[in-house]
């Protein structure tokens, strides 16, 4: 008997309040099955085919319900509750599932989704966690140069976004494409860069250098307008500055405002950038 997983179980027997069930030839080990859940009319030695988990006391119990998640998937959930110990997710059964906090790849909030994997914690009970690099896949379809979307699960300094791939493949937006465009929980549409030799993907959320250049020279300008056409500084700003204010590399916001310059829609001086 597999916990967190749907299996074929064959009902060994029959009581008040639901039937036991065990695997065909193993009599000696049983899970209940509660009466609400059983099929009419079902007999012993009928199959039946279970989820397992453990409901509110820790006890092992089989369910004809269809979770929205099994041990080895990830699929988006809904916060239904959070409390002082974790947040609780709607999953499909009567038992809600535990997201802990130290499993959060951000704080949740009710009523939001969540992209998740279910695990077995040390105490033998499932469990959520937005911790999904280890779920997945590195058989992606996708090519370079193809489009592509997902969610955004986990953001690091040092190596950029990580990306579930259409909820599923493994995907990184690697830290020197990534400028905080998007955060944990967000979907995003994303170009592949690469496909390494491991079948992860390498994303970026920009386009090709000369298709990018027009859209963030209007990006550059719609934020000199925001400062009524006169920008408090240059092109020589610092990186961490432009960062903050257009989310663009240095270069990729010096590029920008070169086109810019070159269609005479602004002027440099000495410590400004002012709309012409």
Request: charged residues 30%.
């Amino acid at each position: 008997m597999e916990l967190g997983k749907t299996q074929v179980l064959v009902i060994a027997k029959k009581v008040d309040f639901g039937v036991y069930l065990a695997e065909d030839g193993r009599p000696e080990e049983r899970v209940l099955l509660p009466a609400k859940q059983v099929p009419e009319g079902a007999q012993v030695g009928d199959e039946l085919e279970v989820f397992l988990y453990k409901d509110s006391q820790d006890r092992l119990i089989a369910t004809t319900a269809r979770p929205k998640l099994s041990i080895g998937d990830i699929a988006r959930l809904t916060v239904k509750e959070v409390t002082k110990i974790g947040a609780f997710l709607d999953w499909g059964l009567e038992k809600d599932l535990f997201l802990p906090f130290r499993q959060q790849t951000k704080k949740v909030r009710a009523g939001e989704e969540c992209l998740v994997g279910l695990y077995t914690d040390k105490s033998g009970r499932l469990c959520a966690t937005m911790n999904v690099y280890e779920y997945l896949r590195t058989d992606s379809p996708y090519q370079k140069e193809d489009h592509v979307w997902g969610t955004v699960y986990q953001v690091s300094g040092n190596f950029g976004a990580f990306v579930a791939v259409d909820d599923c493949y493994s995907g990184l937006i690697p830290s020197r494409e990534f400028f905080g465009q998007a955060g944990v929980g967000e979907r995003i549409e994303a170009r592949v860069t690469a496909v390494k030799p491991d079948g992860k993907l390498d994303l970026s959320i920009r386009e090709k250098g000369y298709v990018q250049r027009n859209a963030d020279a209007e990006q550059v300008m719609k934020v000199i307008e925001e400062f009524d056409g006169v920008l408090p500084f240059t092109d020589k700003a610092s990186p961490e500055v432009i960062k903050r204010e257009f989310s663009l590399s240095k270069n990729a916001f010096k590029r920008a405002v070169g086109l810019l310059l070159k269609e005479g829609c602004i002027e440099i001086t000495e410590k400004s950038i002012r709309k012409i």
